[in-house]
């Protein structure tokens, strides 16, 4: 499933609130979901942020209950931000868990950017991404039945300007992947995601 996490100063003012004005440095953002399926006739569907076209409202895309591979869940961010950048961090874990509470995956994010090499403003770049086989779904959830799939984040975003002005938000997204386990196999049935915003 894909992540996604986006900053744009104060939901898009040029301030930075209590830090200062626009022109010592501030960030802000939006946080999301999204999810490709590779199934096993070689095709692929990517459901992600960038289909969603108003923060507030879910995206929720079916499938037609075609027998999986595998499911590769990303992190994927966007930033913007005000002032001269120095660096940028981005941290927290990513994990995947069954409507039963069974944990099928858990990664610690990092990434870090520096004012030499830093991030693209305004378009969504893959953070994080690790890949679940069909074979390892059905290894944790070994008893046919419907199942929930929930791949959940939290992302902790410090920026640093070159005024000495820091910026730390955070944000926590999940997104939904409903499936079916039989004895012919795994098919999903839909995907369910939603952006968030960096406070």
Not at 1 to 30: C, D, L, R, V, W
Not at 179 to 199: E, H, N, P, R, W
Request: net charge negative.
């Amino acid at each position: 499933m894909f992540y996604y996490t986006a900053f744009m100063p104060n939901g898009g003012n040029t301030g930075i609130g209590e830090h200062g004005n626009g022109t010592q440095g501030g960030s802000g953002g939006k946080l999301g979901v999204g999810v490709t399926v590779e199934f096993f006739d070689g095709t692929t569907k990517t459901v992600d942020p960038s289909q969603i076209q108003y923060t507030l409202f879910p995206l929720t895309v079916y499938f037609q209950g075609q027998p999986i591979k595998s499911v590769t869940w990303h992190t994927y961010v966007q930033v913007d931000w005000v002032g001269d950048l120095t660096s940028l961090e981005l941290k927290g874990p990513m994990e995947v868990r069954s409507d039963t509470g069974v944990l099928l995956r858990k990664e610690n994010m990092l990434k870090s950017y520096s004012s030499s090499d830093p991030p693209p403003k305004n378009q969504w770049f893959e953070m994080w991404k690790f890949s679940l086989t069909a074979e390892d779904i059905e290894y944790s959830l070994p008893q046919t039945g419907d199942y929930t799939l929930k791949c959940s984040i939290n992302v902790t975003a410090t920026a640093m300007f070159a005024s000495g002005v820091s910026s730390v938000k955070t944000a926590s997204a999940s997104g939904n992947l409903p499936i079916s386990i039989q004895v012919s196999g795994l098919t999903v049935l839909y995907a369910d995601i939603q952006v968030q915003i960096f406070k």
